[in-house]
């Protein structure tokens, strides 16, 4: 509660010191805030606390879940670098608006009531359409955001629908609740339960981009402004599986209920994820698509049910968090500099910026789950959970399968920015604060893929 509560009374704060004539002060002041409340959740570790007539409970999971959520924010600010040059006077209600959408990430990974549920993927969601059409002289981004809106709203009431009818059903929005009442009806549901347990499937995956509820993905990650596309594709994606798994464990024991659903979903999503990214030419669409295929990795963790889900999960979120906003940081400075996101664009980075090279050849080689990354020990995780289960070997063939298409398409980047020549491309100009960032991402993907240990025990 103290996060949430902190980072509602900072983004009001953040607000105001924004009618300032320098912008320079936001960028630090922003992560200022969010080490504070960084700080704060870690004094919430095993001091579980319940609020508002237990709607809402801090326990090891949400700090753990919240604590990955704002690190990442604080890893992906230094590349909001070039607002704060440029003075964009819309600078501070970027930052409020991000303050305000971890808000809502935290409710949805503290939940223990569907209404608060809801509360929570609304709060993300609004700040999400807003900050994906914040680029108002670009077409891509105002219909970025339009159709971010328009399916959000649409999957919104379809989520709010099946709220409904599991209250119906059993007479109560509280998850454990609803859980104890699954159980009394020895695996005899009715109608009106099964329809909700589906309709609340579907309005999380859509929040996650899981197919075939992906359609919005690419278009929408290729629109908004890359800043914003990295928080989505992180933040917003942990958020919705952390609340997926905590509904599914809590809200639904008997998994005979929905696992037919679910791995036909996870399945689809490494599909459609893979192969998508594989026959793209912008390296940002590409990353759109690579999104969803992570995804399906995480929803393997779900599908798996058993005691190493949460922290299969926890490992993959920060490893999939670390290696994107590298990806994207690195995105950000050679598409506004060398005028494209198509491979092309990266084509002799390698010569003209090593750093630059470096970092996203990291962040490939962990999204691909090479060795010696975060991404191999995240993969790894996942796996580890669903093989405790021998009939769902068929599953990991099929990952390890679509996880191969996967090398291909990272690879693409690789090749171009160390096997290409430069051509007529300059220089890219790096600030030293994100420099130092790209810096620290890498050590830390290569670290996690040397020394695991050091964060896959504490959930």
Same mark, same amino acid.
């Given at each position: 509660?103290?996060?949430?509560?902190?980072?509602?009374?900072?983004?009001?704060?953040?607000?105001f010191?924004?009618?300032?004539?320098?912008?320079?002060? +936001?960028?630090?002041?922003?992560?200022?805030?969010?080490?504070?409340?960084?700080?704060?959740?870690?004094l919430?570790?095993?001091?579980?606390?319940?609020?508002?007539?237990?709607?809402?409970?801090?326990?090891?999971?949400a700090?753990a879940?919240?604590?990955?959520?704002?690190?990442?924010?604080?890893?992906l600010?230094?590349?909001?670098?070039?607002?704060?040059?440029?003075?964009?006077?819309?600078?501070?209600?970027?930052y409020?608006?991000?303050?305000?959408?971890?808000?809502?990430?935290?409710?949805?990974?503290?939940?223990?009531?569907? +209404?608060?549920?809801?509360?929570?993927?609304?709060?993300?969601?609004?700040?999400?359409?807003?900050?994906?059409g914040?680029?108002?002289?670009?077409?891509?981004?105002?219909?970025?955001?339009?159709?971010?809106?328009?399916?959000?709203?649409f999957?919104?009431?379809?989520?709010?629908?099946?709220?409904?009818?599991?209250?119906?059903?059993?007479?109560?929005?509280?998850?454990?609740?609803?859980?104890?009442?699954?159980?009394?009806?020895?695996?005899?549901?009715?109608?009106?339960? +099964?329809?909700?347990?589906?309709?609340?499937?579907?309005?999380?995956?859509?929040k996650?981009?899981?197919?075939?509820f992906? $359609?919005?993905?690419?278009?929408?990650?290729?629109?908004?402004?890359?800043?914003?596309?990295?928080?989505?594709?992180?933040?917003?994606?942990?958020?919705?599986?952390?609340?997926? $798994?905590?509904?599914?464990?809590?809200?639904?024991?008997?998994?005979?209920d929905?696992?037919?659903?679910i791995?036909?979903?996870?399945?689809?999503?490494?599909?459609?994820?893979?192969i998508?990214?594989?026959?793209?030419?912008?390296?940002?669409?590409?990353?759109a698509?690579?999104?969803?295929?992570?995804?399906?990795?995480? +929803?393997?963790?779900?599908?798996?049910?058993?005691?190493?889900?949460?922290?299969?999960?926890?490992?993959?979120?920060?490893?999939?968090?670390?290696?994107?906003?590298?990806?994207?940081g690195?995105?950000?400075?050679?598409?506004?500099?060398?005028?494209?996101?198509?491979?092309?664009?990266?084509?002799?980075?390698?010569?003209?910026?090593?750093?630059?090279?470096?970092?996203?050849?990291?962040?490939?080689?962990s999204?691909?789950?090479?060795?010696?990354?975060?991404?191999?020990?995240?993969?790894?995780?996942?796996?580890?959970?669903?093989?405790?289960?021998?009939?769902?070997?068929w599953?990991?063939?099929?990952?390890?399968?679509l996880a191969?298409?996967?090398?291909?398409?990272?690879?693409?980047v690789?090749?171009?920015?160390?096997?290409?020549?430069?051509?007529?491309?300059?220089?890219?100009?790096?600030?030293?604060?994100?420099?130092?960032?790209?810096?620290?991402?890498?050590?830390?993907?290569?670290?996690?893929?040397?020394?695991?240990?050091?964060?896959?025990d504490?959930?």
């Amino acid at each position: 509660m103290t996060s949430i509560i902190l980072l509602s009374v900072f983004g009001i704060i953040n607000l105001f010191v924004g009618f300032m004539k320098s912008k320079r002060i +936001l960028l630090p002041l922003a992560l200022l805030f969010l080490l504070v409340v960084f700080g704060a959740n870690i004094l919430n570790w095993d001091n579980t606390q319940s609020y508002f007539n237990n709607m809402l409970t801090i326990d090891n999971y949400a700090v753990a879940f919240t604590g990955v959520m704002v690190l990442t924010t604080m890893l992906l600010l230094p590349f909001s670098q070039n607002y704060v040059e440029e003075a964009n006077e819309n600078l501070a209600e970027f930052y409020s608006l991000l303050l305000f959408a971890l808000v809502g990430g935290v409710m949805m990974v503290s939940y223990e009531n569907l +209404l608060m549920l809801f509360i929570g993927i609304e709060v993300l969601s609004i700040a999400m359409y807003v900050l994906a059409g914040s680029r108002k002289g670009s077409l891509r981004s105002n219909e970025a955001s339009l159709k971010y809106f328009l399916m959000g709203a649409f999957f919104t009431g379809i989520l709010l629908f099946g709220i409904v009818l599991i209250y119906g059903a059993t007479g109560t929005f509280n998850i454990t609740e609803i859980g104890d009442a699954q159980r009394a009806t020895d695996g005899v549901t009715n109608t009106m339960f +099964l329809l909700g347990l589906l309709l609340l499937v579907i309005g999380i995956s859509f929040k996650i981009s899981a197919a075939p509820f992906h $359609f919005w993905t690419p278009d929408v990650y290729e629109g908004a402004p890359t800043l914003f596309t990295s928080f989505m594709s992180t933040v917003v994606k942990t958020a919705g599986v952390a609340a997926f $798994f905590k509904l599914l464990w809590n809200a639904f024991p008997l998994a005979s209920d929905w696992f037919p659903t679910i791995i036909a979903i996870t399945v689809l999503t490494l599909v459609v994820g893979n192969i998508g990214a594989a026959v793209q030419k912008s390296a940002k669409r590409m990353l759109a698509y690579s999104s969803i295929s992570h995804a399906g990795y995480m +929803l393997m963790a779900l599908v798996a049910f058993n005691q190493s889900s949460d922290s299969s999960i926890f490992f993959y979120s920060i490893s999939y968090a670390a290696a994107t906003v590298a990806a994207f940081g690195v995105l950000q400075y050679v598409s506004s500099q060398r005028g494209g996101e198509t491979f092309e664009a990266f084509n002799g980075l390698g010569k003209t910026n090593p750093l630059l090279a470096f970092a996203m050849t990291v962040s490939m080689l962990s999204l691909a789950g090479i060795p010696l990354t975060a991404g191999f020990f995240g993969k790894f995780f996942v796996f580890s959970a669903v093989v405790q289960d021998p009939n769902l070997m068929w599953l990991i063939i099929v990952a390890v399968i679509l996880a191969a298409v996967g090398i291909y398409y990272y690879f693409k980047v690789v090749i171009a920015m160390y096997m290409q020549p430069a051509g007529n491309h300059a220089r890219v100009q790096v600030g030293s604060f994100a420099s130092f960032m790209l810096i620290f991402i890498s050590v830390l993907t290569i670290l996690l893929g040397i020394v695991p240990g050091l964060v896959s025990d504490l959930i």
